[in-house]
């Protein structure tokens, strides 16, 4: 664990990129350094999870957010990102910051040895004092293959690097207990389960990928990891040290008291679904328990996954209970499920306990874990 305090930020489009005109909010950021270079000097190491590539680099290829295609986007977050770099270096150097690049894509987060490679850059990067600027690399990302929003994705990151707080800088005061354009509607100043409030969670800004649905997502990764989290309005004179000194309103998300270690929070806290399971009701009861899932404890399963993935594991009444490292691929896992009466051994030509996820590699999903929906249909 670090010695210093860690901080990840994430701010989001509308706070970066002026929305009719599409060019860097120059005053916003240089208000955003000024407080990172303060944090610096009370001893924070600060990451920064960006958005406003795409917004900046929309007008240079002749496409507006509202009707911009993935190609356009793709194209926009070539053009936009050395706009976005640009900006961010020439104010960290008024106020004595070095900043660096890190593109990430969906494989980084959800292979393990790209998760640990991607961590070891970052911390190398803070242990030279130098502030990570972090984004999804949208020029190569499709919708299939990419994490979507930089919400989830900067919860990712407090979680790789052990951060102690995360702030989601957006547009809005915080979580209100409804659309805070009804009368009425009232901040939510103090988060301790998110599932309490999902249904209120919808709608996205235009310039943005995600609503508050994902920030209450990426909340709960953060929490789950142990990181407290703060979503606050980002147009402030100090809009990070006035969080963190409590002077403003936002809504916090108190992290949980006995998080997992990091190879549990490394399977529990997932972007995509790599396959997913249902098992029998005995199975369902034994988890938990110190046992693997075995062949035999397998109803159905779906999903294109190879060893190594994460499975998403439900028990008969589509509840989802567990998530587990899969020591096999999807067609193994297939055929072993399609033929019960012969040896494992004898299908895969190897000799195997046919253990489909093993305890060591399992993990229990608690209450304040948000839970996901099965596949429609299933194998």
Same mark, same amino acid.
């Given at each position: ?7 990840? $930020?994430?701010?989001?489009? #509308? ?5 009719? !005109? ?19 000097? =009370? ?25 911009? #295609?993935?190609? =356009? ?57 130098? $502030? ?17 929003? *930089?919400? !989830? ?121 790599? #396959? ?46 567990? !998530? ?14 399609? *033929? ?20 060591? *590699?399992?993990? $229990?999903?608690? *209450? ?12």
């Amino acid at each position: 664990m670090a010695s210093q305090k860690r901080l990840v $930020v994430k701010i989001g489009s #509308g706070l970066l990129a002026n929305a009719d !005109r599409l060019t860097p909010r120059f005053g916003f950021m240089q208000r955003l350094m000024d407080d990172i270079a303060r944090l610096r000097d =009370d001893g924070y190491d600060v990451i920064i999870a960006s958005s406003g590539a795409v917004a900046l680099g929309l007008r240079t290829v002749g496409a507006r957010p509202e009707t911009a #295609g993935l190609s =356009d986007k793709q194209a926009a977050a070539a053009c936009g990102m050395p706009q976005l770099l640009n900006a961010y270096k020439q104010i960290g150097h008024e106020f004595g910051l070095e900043i660096a690049q890190v593109l990430l894509t969906l494989g980084d987060f959800e292979d393990h040895r790209r998760y640990l490679n991607t961590r070891n850059t970052v911390n190398r990067l803070l242990k030279s004092r130098i $502030v990570p600027i972090v984004n999804e690399n949208d020029t190569i990302t499709t919708e299939e293959i990419r994490v979507g929003d *930089n919400d !989830r994705l900067a919860a990712k990151i407090a979680q790789m690097v052990e951060a102690d707080e995360f702030i989601i800088l957006t547009q809005v005061d915080g979580l209100y207990d409804r659309d805070p354009s009804e009368e009425g509607a009232q901040l939510v100043e103090e988060v301790h389960d998110v599932n309490e409030y999902i249904a209120a969670a919808s709608g996205k800004s235009t310039l943005g990928t995600g609503g508050m649905l994902t920030k209450l997502q990426a909340a709960n990764m953060a929490q789950n990891a142990g990181c407290t989290t703060y979503i606050a309005h980002g147009e402030a004179e100090h809009p990070l040290t006035s969080v963190l000194d409590g002077s403003r309103r936002c809504t916090q998300l108190v992290a949980q008291s006995e998080p997992g270690s990091q190879w549990k929070a490394w399977i529990a806290n997932r972007l995509q679904m790599a #396959g997913s399971l249902v098992i029998t009701a005995e199975a369902a009861a034994r988890l938990g328990q110190g046992e693997p899932i075995h062949r035999s404890d397998v109803v159905r399963m779906d999903g294109d996954f190879t060893r190594g993935d994460v499975l998403h594991i439900f028990d008969e009444d589509n509840l989802e209970r567990a !998530r587990g490292l899969s020591d096999f691929t999807s067609e193994e896992t297939r055929s072993m499920i399609a *033929n019960p009466d012969l040896p494992a051994d004898q299908l895969l030509g190897y000799q195997t306990q046919a253990e489909i996820v093993r305890p060591k *590699n399992l993990v $229990v999903l608690e *209450n304040h874990h948000l839970t996901w929906k099965p596949y429609e249909t299933a194998v």
